[in-house]
T-cell receptor, first 112, second 109 residues
């Protein structure tokens, strides 16, 4: 049983560019959340998707947007990249009605 | 505002030297408290979920406990492979999820 998968594993972009990160949830899970983790910090909640809609959002600007597909996979898009967007981006999935989330390996984004 | 504070920031132990990590929290209606282990450059690995004060859970050398204000992760006779960052997170009644900054544990052989 595959766990949460994310792609790509690493990415280098320059300021002002746009990036798309991808996530496939664990089998049987239908709710996907995205987190940003800066070096030495805990993950910070970006948003959560369920039934192809954004259900909850953390304190992140509109440059961060997402999408969930009918197969429950999800994308995170970040526009107009800033140096401060450099971080590990984590995807987590869970089944509806269950609180425990399982994380993917993350995508390391470096903005130059 | 919901807050999660973990202490200490870093902890160095000798192999076999038991200790505890602390997670203090303030949250409007606790739905769950979670412990994760994270190795460098990797995603957090789920350890425990606790739902109510007095609850305890164990897995190998780890035991998590919960009170109304804090949670402890007790590590008994740790081994070098237990070295990692341990993250605590709380989920509030409104489903907001907040993580602490983690405790970086190093176990020396």
């Amino acid at each position: 049983d595959a766990g949460v998968t994310q792609s790509p594993t690493h990415l280098i972009k320059t300021r002002g560019q746009q990036v798309t990160l991808r996530c496939s949830p664990k089998s049987g899970h239908d709710t996907v959340s995205w987190y940003q983790q800066a070096l030495g910090q805990g993950p910070q909640f970006i948003f959560q998707y369920y039934e192809e809609e954004e259900r909850q959002r953390g304190n992140f600007p509109d440059r961060f947007s997402g999408h969930q597909f009918p197969n429950y996979s999800s994308e995170l898009n970040v526009n107009a990249l800033l140096l401060g967007d450099s971080a590990l981006y984590l995807c987590a999935s869970r089944a509806v009605g269950v609180e425990t989330q399982y994380f993917g390996p993350g995508t390391r984004l470096l903005v130059l | 505002e919901d807050q999660v504070t973990q202490s200490p920031e870093a902890l160095r132990l000798q192999e076999g030297e038991s200790s505890s990590l602390n997670c203090s929290y303030t949250v409007s209606g606790l739905r769950g408290l979670f412990w994760y282990r994270q190795d460098p450059g990797k995603g957090p690995e789920f350890l425990f979920t606790l739902y109510s004060a007095g609850e305890e859970k164990e897995k190998e050398r780890l035991k998590a406990t919960l009170t109304k204000k804090e949670s402890f992760l007790h590590i008994t006779a740790p081994k070098p492979e237990d070295s990692a960052t341990y993250l605590c997170a709380v989920q509030a009644r409104n489903n907001d999820m907040r993580f602490g900054a983690g405790t970086r544990l190093t176990v020396k052989p």
